[in-house]
């Protein structure tokens, strides 16, 4: 089983109330390293630069101190100003440098971080996108939105930020810890004692550290599926004036994280002075000796005073690795949930796949059954249904009789358990879902809509259309003189969503939308939502008289739809679990 699986399987085994779930035993960090490792491989000359950088800047330092030890001896203790002029100026030199190699490091490190965030993002994005409509329909938007974002962050800084400044700490200690044992190698020794109390303090607190992220992030998740859902639907919680209780919602997950966020506290409250008393027994520890060595002539005054402050800075990179392990355990809680989200399985093509032929439109059902994930009750049940090139057809039905199942069928959105879904003969199941929706086009009962212009929202399903072209969509689905009334008529923004429009606008501006697109075959959703019947009789007309240069399948519940319909075909919803499931022709 692939990492990726264990930790999915292990999320799943997981309770969802639970506020601490230990899901780290199925991915350890050499895992996460492993699996994004390869993103990072374009970008190795990059990093191979980025370690000269960083063992040139302890090195400067090394130098400096070096200097400041002459700066003791040669000048302030005899107080002789004639070495004064040179040190001045090597001490100026190597400022000049140390500050040249740190800019540098610092621009590549953000290159290199950002190069990654912004591929790995795209990726994550991608994939969301090319995630069946089941999958988006359990999920919720404020949650992916969060792993989007947040997590997908917390992926470069465990694959970048945390292990370049745990390479960096590693190269600045070896050439530290090389200079100090060079000028004297007891006092170096004596210093180097508290780093495995470092390292111990560390490892106990990483768990904590790692529990107290990951139910953060959950939380923060959460939150933004709450928020998400209260805002994009104010219209219905003022409508029912259930706002205090989305208040109530809100601030109870507030309350959440701030839980989290002073749990966090209360383990950073109790580790930093831990490795602060750390720091100062190493300190004073060379300190006790330092009078040793000076008393015995092992070392000067310059040489002790050089030596403390290169041990000053060696306890940065000692620090910054007591640090990594809690700060990588922290990152992995947001890793684990960005994993989590690639681990979903994408409906892709099979292996083979070929572009759909191309044909005149007839669509052609033969034992289709399909059940959702996670129910029993099947949507269809060994469904048959042929609808002619050309043809007008009306599929009716209660609600839950399957209607809406069928279109994502005839677009590859669906699966079917069992049966074949066929195009002018063609299993769509053989062919690329690329081609199959570009052959098949359906307008959806809600009304999808991009916070642009009219012009643009249009031509999102043919860029290449011309002005004419637009209008004449317009005008065939009954939209254009209603368009042409707004201030700026092709050029209006029509709001997030379309909430400038009327619901009846936003309809027949999708229906526009949809007959721009070359398909052979029209599924339209209710298509008569929010028209009054006259406006219903006017748009099914523009639709179904004429030339028939596509199939439609119309999903209704609208009998004035009835009208203009060759046939109608009802869809009788079973009774109970396993009750076939009936395509009527009447």
Not at 485 to 510: K, M, N, T, V, W
């Amino acid at each position: 089983m692939s990492v990726r699986s264990r930790l999915a399987a292990a999320l799943r085994a997981a309770p969802e109330q639970s506020a601490l779930v230990d899901v780290a035993a199925s991915l350890r960090l050499v895992d996460i390293a492993r699996m994004f490792w390869p993103r990072l491989r374009p970008l190795r000359g990059w990093l191979v630069l980025g370690v000269l950088l960083l063992a040139a800047a302890p090195a400067i330092s090394v130098a400096e101190a070096l200097l400041y030890q002459r700066l003791v001896d040669d000048v302030l203790v005899p107080a002789a100003f004639e070495p004064l002029l040179l040190l001045a100026l090597l001490y100026i030199g190597l400022n000049l440098l140390s500050g040249l190699v740190s800019g540098a490091d610092d621009y590549l490190a953000t290159y290199v971080s950002q190069r990654f965030l912004v591929d790995l993002r795209r990726d994550v994005f991608s994939h969301v996108l090319s995630l069946p409509a089941a999958t988006h329909d359990r999920r919720r938007l404020g949650d992916t939105l969060t792993r989007l974002t947040t997590d997908v962050a917390a992926v470069e800084r465990f694959m970048v930020t945390h292990v370049s400044e745990g390479l960096g700490a590693l190269v600045r200690l070896v050439v530290f810890a090389g200079a100090l044992l060079w000028m004297q190698w007891q006092l170096a020794l004596a210093s180097l004692v508290v780093g495995p109390l470092f390292w111990w303090i560390s490892t106990r607190f990483a768990r904590l550290t790692r529990d107290v992220s990951r139910e953060r992030r959950r939380r923060g998740g959460s939150l933004g599926s709450v928020t998400e859902e209260a805002l994009a639907n104010a219209s219905l919680v003022q409508s029912y004036g259930r706002e205090d209780r989305a208040v109530e919602t809100y601030d109870g997950h507030n309350r959440a994280i701030a839980g989290a966020e002073l749990a966090a506290s209360r383990i950073r409250a109790v580790f930093l002075p831990l490795v602060d008393l750390a720091e100062l027994v190493g300190m004073l520890l060379v300190v006790t000796m330092g009078v040793w060595a000076l008393a015995t002539d092992r070392l000067t005054l310059g040489g002790l005073l050089a030596f403390l402050a290169l041990l000053l800075q060696c306890f940065g990179p000692v620090r910054t690795l007591a640090d990594l392990v809690p700060a990588l355990y922290s990152a992995s809680a947001g890793v684990e949930r960005v994993v989590e989200l690639l681990d979903e399985p994408v409906g892709g093509d099979r292996p083979g796949a070929t572009p759909l032929p191309a044909g005149r439109g007839a669509v052609s059902v033969r034992g289709v059954s399909l059940t959702y994930p996670g129910t029993s009750r099947p949507a269809l049940h060994e469904v048959s249904l042929d609808v002619a090139a050309g043809e007008v057809v009306a599929l009716v039905g209660p609600s839950g009789s399957g209607k809406t199942s069928l279109a994502r069928l005839l677009t590859r959105q669906l699966v079917a358990d069992a049966g074949v879904v066929a195009l002018d003969g063609h299993d769509v199941a053989d062919h690329t879902a690329a081609s199959v929706r570009d052959a098949v086009t359906v307008v959806h009962q809600e009304q999808l809509m991009l916070d642009a212009s009219v012009h643009d929202n249009l031509v999102l399903a043919r860029p290449d259309a011309s002005r004419a072209e637009v209008r004449a969509a317009a005008r065939a689905a009954d939209a254009h003189d209603f368009v042409e009334a707004l201030p700026g008529g092709y050029e209006s923004r029509i709001g997030q969503r379309g909430r400038s429009l009327s619901g009846g606008q936003r309809q027949r501006l999708a229906i526009a939308r949809a007959l721009l697109r070359p398909g052979r075959v029209l599924v339209l959703d209710e298509p008569t939502t929010g028209l009054d019947a006259e406006a219903s009789r006017r748009l099914m007309a523009a639709l179904t008289q004429g030339e028939r240069d596509r199939t439609i399948i119309v999903l209704t519940h609208d009998p004035v739809v009835l009208e203009h319909v060759d046939r109608v075909v009802s869809l009788e919803a079973p009774l109970r679990t396993g009750e076939r499931l009936r395509a009527v022709a009447t």
